[in-house]
């Protein structure tokens, strides 16, 4: 199977939403490309002598409604159509949830697993170093992602104060609690997740404590989901890491998995004799056969295109809610809709995480803090007015799928914006 260029599965997400409203030519030209790429190479003498250069990317795409807002990736499979397709459903994303950003996304080809510390923290500053110029309170604003943490977003605020001569919090988001982080932060993802698939249920009129749930990426997201889930009732039958999964009819215990995960180093580990809970019914399986598992509720929560016009249709949940980026594949989509599967999209289901980025950006500026209680209660009506603006415009259009739906809603927003500025003016296209 030829490799799946995740840019070109974001625009045709975007000509998809186009047959729902009108965009002027100009607009259109805006919204096909990035703003500005920033490729830096990031030179490290590793512990064992030798120099080794990694590549790294900060793209911006779009600025219209505010400064660029999006991760930093550290990962091997880090390519420049992924770093475009996710600054791109970021530009959505801000716009989905109203908040007063555009979208960017950077990323590292490398495996920090292989890194120590010490090589970890130098590619982190290395990357602030190349990147420095393309980043700002006021220009494009980072955030942590894919096997990056608020350590790493530390050093990085560190030595973006280290060039700039100048104490700047609100350069980077998701930052440790002493270096002026948010409340709340490390929830939030979930957190967001997890009041858009109530109001969700509310709607399919399903009962929450008879509801199935399997999880695909056990990470912060995932975990503190499946977490939130299990406590309120629903039944987890499967989770999964990178290196395996578990399934369990009678439902899992996310946080003896997540003990397993750190003693044996996998979820897979979980039931194992001798690990931390040592049941019975436990089965091992794949990561793609945890997709296929008769459930309730899917959720995608590790890389994008895992489900593809290979598996959609394998796929036996009701909703699926995309708490990772880009899971779901245009083809897949048309698929699932066919078969009446509600797929709650990216730009709306993981966009917790990024609102409560926006918080913690307008606490650094403000230099006051909030409880996580304030952060939390400003975050839950943001997400069900934003789910519910979103699934009543998909209702009133027969045949629109909510990934539309949400596309129309944000496009909405950032056409205004660039049209209000006047295209000419700002952008050389």
């Known amino acids: 199977m030829s490799k799946i260029d995740v840019f070109s599965n974001a625009m045709q997400q975007l000509e998809h939403a186009y047959k729902y409203l009108e965009v002027s030519n100009d607009a259109k030209a805006v919204l096909a490309q990035p703003k500005r790429i920033t490729e830096t190479s990031i030179p490290i003498r590793m512990g064992n002598g030798s ?4 590549t790294g990317y900060r793209v911006l795409y779009n600025d219209a409604r505010g400064p660029g807002k999006g991760g930093i990736r550290f990962h091997p499979g880090v390519n420049l159509s992924e770093v475009k397709a996710l600054a791109f459903w970021m530009t959505i994303k801000t716009a989905v949830m109203g908040i007063p950003f555009g979208g960017g996304k950077g990323g590292v080809i490398v495996n920090p697993k292989e890194l120590s510390k010490h090589e970890l923290e130098h590619v982190s500053r290395g990357f602030i170093r190349g990147v420095a110029d393309a980043i700002g309170p006021d220009v494009d ?10 350590m790493i977003m530390g050093w990085m605020a560190d030595e973006y104060a280290t060039i700039t001569r100048k104490y700047q ?14 409340e709340g932060r490390g929830e939030a993802t979930a957190k967001g997740a997890y009041h858009v698939l109530m109001e969700a249920i509310k709607a399919l009129e399903m009962d929450a404590k008879k509801s199935t749930v399997a999880i695909q990426g056990f990470g912060n997201a995932g975990y503190n989901l499946a977490k939130m889930l299990h406590e309120e009732g629903f039944t987890v039958i499967g989770l999964s ?66 489900i593809t016009k290979e598996n959609a249709a394998k796929v036996k949940a009701k909703i699926v809610l995309e708490v990772a980026n880009g899971p779901t594949t245009p083809e897949a989509d048309k698929i ?10 990216d730009v709306l289901a993981n966009a917790g995480g990024v609102t409560v980025s926006y918080f913690e950006w307008v606490q650094n500026r403000q230099g006051y803090y909030w409880t996580e209680d304030e952060v939390f209660d400003k975050l839950k009506p943001i997400m069900v007015r934003e ?26 927003r950032i056409v205004a914006a660039i049209e ?5 003016a700002d952008y050389k296209v």
């Open 51 to 54: 120099l080794k250069v990694f």
């Open 141 to 150: 604003v980072p955030a942590p992602d894919v096997y990056t943490n608020p």
């Open 169 to 182: 919090p609100a350069v980077i988001t998701g930052k440790p609690l002493p270096m002026g982080g948010s």
């Open 241 to 306: 890491d990178s290196k395996g999964a578990v399934c369990k009819m009678d439902g899992l215990d996310p946080e003896h998995a997540m003990r397993a995960k750190k003693e044996k180093g996998s979820v897979n580990d979980i039931y194992e004799k001798g690990s931390v809970a040592d049941e019975k019914g436990c089965k091992h399986i794949t990561n793609e056969e945890l997709i296929e598992l008769d459930v309730d509720i899917l959720v995608p929560a590790a890389l994008e295109n895992v």
């Open 336 to 345: 699932l809709y066919d078969k009446g599967i509600l797929v709650i999209p």
């Open 387 to 412: 789910f519910k603006n979103i699934y009543s415009l998909m209702q009133e259009n027969d045949g629109m799928m909510m990934r539309d739906a949400a596309f129309v809603h944000a496009i909405k």
């Open 420 to 424: 209000a500025k006047g295209t000419e």
